[in-house]
Each structure stands twice: as C-alpha cells, then as structure tokens.
C-alpha cells in the first residue's frame, strides 16, 4: 500500500502511469511525512529514484539512523539519541536513581501532515515535464545542504547524515492551583557546543510543584555513598540500587557514589577517612629528635669517659698496674674504643652514598680492631704464663710482636671481608615506602645481607675465641691477670650482638638504626667498664695496690 501509494503520487492524477506524465500537472517537489520509520523508509526508496526529498517529523530510534543514508530522508528533529543523553544528564544531574523499570517510547504520536504541502504547477511535454520535476528536486536538495532561516528567525542546517543539527530546550512545566500551566525554558542540551558543555541547567529559575515545597523531589532507593566508601551491589536488586561499602586499607574515595576505589601513589597515603591522599614525610634518624639526641648523648659521654680513662693510664704509666699489661696494645685498645663510641654519629646523619659506605665499614673494622686488641690480651696473658715454666719455648712468643701480628691479622682478614662487600654489593641510600604508613623511610640499604652478617660473624668468631681463651685462663696467678675480666666482657659482648640479629630483623624504619646504635655503644660500654673500670678504681682510688710489694704479695 505504501509503494502504491507512493508511485500514484508520481503518475498523472487519476490515471495510474508510473514514470511517465501527461496534460496539465502539479508535479511532486517533496514529500513530508511519515511519524513510522518503516513506512517512510519504503517511501524513501522510491522517492530516491526521481531524487525526491523526503522530510520527516517523526523520531526515530538511533539505531535506525544508518539505515536512511542511501536516500533523500531528512529527519527534521534531532536524533532521538540526544535526547536519552538529555534525559540521563537530568537524572545524574538531581540524583534519581529509581529503583523500578518501565517500558518507554520516545516516539509520541503527531498529526499526520499532508504530503502535498510542497505541490508546484508546471506545463508542457512529459519528457520535459519530468526533467523539469527532477531539476526542481534537485534544487530543493542543494537547498537542504546549506544553513537557512526558517520563518522564525531561527538557523535551520542538516549534518552529513541529513539529520537536524538543532539541541533540546530543557522546560519547566509550572502548574497553578486553577489547574493552569506555562512552559518555561531552563537550560537546554546544544549539540555543538563544546565536550562537557553539552548540558545546562538554571535551578534558579526552576518553579517545582507546590507539593515538593520548592526544593527538588528526592528519588533515590538509597542515601549517596559518601566519600571514603566505595558502591557495593545489592544482590538481586536494581544495578541503581546498592550498599556501601569501606574502602580497602590503602585506598580512598575522593567522591560521593563512586564505583571503586583508587590507590594512592607510592609517595602519598590515604588520610585517617579515606577521602583524599596526603603526601608521606620523609623520615630518618636524625639528631634533631628525642630518640637521636639520646642516643647520641650516649655516644659522647662514653667518648668522654674513654677519653678519661686513657688520660689515667697515660698520667700513671710507669706504675705497675699499666706496664703489667702491655701499655701499647692497651693504648691502641683506648684508640678503637673511642672510635666505636663515636660511630654512632655517622648513623645520625642523612643517609648519602657517601655515608652508607663509610658507616657498615668504619662500624666492622673498628671493632674488629677492638675485638682482636682483647684477643691479643688473652693470648698473651697465657703465654705469658707458659713461658714462666722451667724449659718452656713460649718466651719468644711473648712480646709486643706476638700482639701486633694478632692484631693485625685479624684486621686484615675483616679488611678483605669488607673489600669483597664493596666490590660486589656495596650499601646505597634506599627509599623504602611501603614499612610504615605515611612516611618514606630513607636509610640505607645494606646490599648485601650475605655480606652484612659475614661482617658480624666474624666479629663474633673473634669475641668467642676471645670468650674461650679467657675462660680458661681465669684462675691463671698471673699478676693483674686480666682473663676474669676479658671473659666478662666478652659474655657480654657476644649476648649483646647474638640478640641484636632478631631484634633488628624485627624492626622497621629508623628503628633499625637505633637497634643497631644501641648494641654498639652496649657492647663498647660493656668491654671498657669490664677491662678498665678496675685498673682505673686501683689507680685513683687504691694506689696502695698499685705497687710491686703488692704484685709480689699476689703473687
């Protein structure tokens, strides 16, 4: 019926003669109509041949819009796809979320239009006839190619798909008590304007139904996810309907009713409500805090008491108490005791490429020296012993030879340790952003573990070794034998450093610095109280012990 229809409109009136006209004629321009796609496609079909337009007033669902390409179909209203865009802006723009679905059309139904609005009169031939019907037609389209004004003074243009380049008004529909009404424009949705700009709306002029008491209806099916919470679906409920849910540990929400959650980067943290990321602090033991400060103290008052000790010895040294228990090897132990107690310093400052070599490397040799100085000591108190025996070898073990040589040695052997660990993975500063929440630790890192504790446990063979020696030489007769003292210090020494390795592992951040501060100035503290806190009590306190009748007596 519509093809029928259609070919009558191009035949003679009356008379049925597709293609070919005759006598006096109102010849077809255009065509307008129809409100259903189909139809006005089938029409489109055939009007396309004679390069007839067709104008239509219906909407037309998006999806269809393709479909009218191929012939001259311009859709005189704005593509109904905008109009869902419109229509979702408003929701997302007051907050609806409504929990049921119903069916709708965009498509209302208009009156119909006749679809001779255009008819033009024209005479002469059929064949000139209908070249005269195809150069009008043709002209019409030329026409709707370009922007004209309409008989209200608005910009009428078609885009390359033929269809209405025009927006939509946004307008409010105010109702009186009478049952009355107007319609007042709002805002509007412009197709052309630029990305995000599209939708506009004036609340200000907006007039909502007395019932809502001038304030927007609510229409939601539950409250607004605040900020800090993430949306978490109901199940078996609308996907507009949802609970909410806390952000996991870590992440933040900066927004109401957001799907997900977001991570911070690796240089900010969430705050303590999980609405916005804050920048960390970068953190490392420093002199400037109540931690450091002690610690630091710690270490300058035991370089003092070390300092003072030494200057009793040297004041005293010619009296049998200092000469019995070879004076250099003594002096050399001050010297490295008075390093370890000031290493501490170099672990308070900014951790550099520079101080992270220096302080693992100062910290193993200079104990080492300490350690291998209270070795020395040992073997000489029992060789020195041995070579009081009647026909015994060991005198030309005893001397200053025998302890520099241990000396030395032992340093030597740590020297080639450390050289080993800067060679293949030497300490560097490292940023560690992940151990404590809302700082970045700056410390450094050791390299090489491996290595670390290689410097440890050779510390610790010595002290044990040392322990060994000590222990049985305790209840030698030797005079001012120093082994009960040694193996005091060195029991002490080894308990210190055996608990550092778990407490240390244990602990996080600068806390591993004050661990490893802390067993330091321990250990040093333990070896001079243990080994010169008693010569210094005889020196000042009971020089009357400090003499050789005294030694003689002992012995």
């Not at 031939?125 to 043709?138: G, Q, R, T």
């Not at 870590?250 to 799907?259: F, L, T």
Request: charged fraction near 15%; include cysteine.
């Amino acid at each position: 019926m519509t093809c029928w229809a259609t070919l009558e409109l191009l035949s003679t009136h009356y008379r049925f003669v597709p293609n070919y006209q005759c006598n006096k004629q109102k010849n077809l321009r255009a065509v307008i109509g129809g409100l259903d796609f189909e139809i006005s496609l089938h029409v489109a079909a055939i009007l396309g041949v004679y390069k007839i337009p067709q104008l239509t007033y219906g909407s037309f669902a998006p999806e269809d819009a393709g479909q009218s390409q191929s012939t001259p179909f311009y859709r005189m209203v704005p593509n109904e796809a905008h109009q869902y865009t419109g229509i979702v802006e408003l929701l997302l723009h007051f907050g609806w979320t409504p929990e049921f679905s119903e069916p709708c059309t965009g498509q209302e139904k208009l009156d119909s239009l006749p679809s001779s609005g255009f008819e033009m009169s024209m005479t002469g031939h059929s064949y000139s006839i209908y070249n005269a019907v195809y150069v009008v037609a043709h002209a019409l389209h030329d026409a709707m190619r370009v922007s004209f004004n309409n008989s209200a003074g608005e910009e009428v243009s078609f885009s390359e798909k033929r269809e209405l380049e025009a927006g939509f008004d946004i307008t409010n529909l105010v109702t009186f008590p009478n049952n009355s009404f107007i319609r007042m424009k709002v805002g509007w949705m412009k197709l052309d304007a630029p990305p995000g700009k599209e939708f506009s709306i004036n609340e200000d002029k907006m007039v909502w139904h007395r019932s809502f008491h001038q304030v927007p209806p609510l229409s939601q099916c539950n409250k607004n996810c605040p900020s800090g919470t993430r949306r978490k679906k109901k199940e078996g409920e609308k996907f507009c309907c949802y609970d909410c849910a806390p952000c996991s540990e870590g992440k933040i929400s900066y927004q109401k009713d957001m799907n997900d959650c977001v991570g911070c980067s690796e240089d900010h943290y969430p705050n303590r409500n999980q609405t916005q990321c804050i920048p960390k602090s970068i953190s490392f033991l420093t002199l400037e805090e109540p931690l450091g400060m002690s610690l630091a103290f710690g270490s300058v008052f035991c370089s003092l008491l070390t300092i003072l000790s030494l200057a009793i010895f040297l004041k005293h040294q010619d009296t049998p108490i200092v000469r019995a228990n070879n004076r250099d090897l003594t002096y050399v132990l001050f010297l490295s005791l008075l390093l370890c107690f000031l290493c501490p310093l170099i672990f308070l400052s900014r951790p550099d490429r520079v101080t992270c070599l220096v302080r693992q490397m100062a910290f193993g040799l200079v104990f080492t020296v300490t350690v291998s100085c209270v070795l020395a000591k040992t073997i000489t108190v029992v060789l020195a012993f041995m070579a009081t025996k009647p026909g015994s070898r060991m005198r030309k073990w005893v001397g200053k030879r025998l302890a520099i040589a241990i000396v030395l040695t032992c340093t030597i052997i740590q020297a080639g340790i450390c050289t080993v660990w800067l060679g293949t993975s030497p300490p560097f500063p490292h940023f560690d952003k992940h151990s404590v929440r809302g700082e970045i630790i700056l410390e450094c890192n050791e390299g090489s573990a491996a290595m670390f504790y290689c410097v440890l446990g050779y510390m610790g063979f010595l002290a044990i070794v040392s322990f060994v020696v000590a222990f049985l030489a305790r209840k030698l007769p030797a005079s001012f034998n120093e082994a009960k003292f040694i193996t005091f210090s060195m029991l002490l020494f080894c308990s210190v450093w055996i608990s550092f390795v778990p407490v240390y592992l244990s602990s996080k951040g600068k806390h591993m610095v004050a661990v490893e501060i802390f067993s330091i100035l321990v250990s040093s503290a333990g070896l001079l109280g243990s080994i010169f806190a008693p010569k210094c009590y005889i020196i000042i306190l009971r020089p009357d012990l400090n003499d050789k009748q005294q030694l003689i007596k002992k012995k």
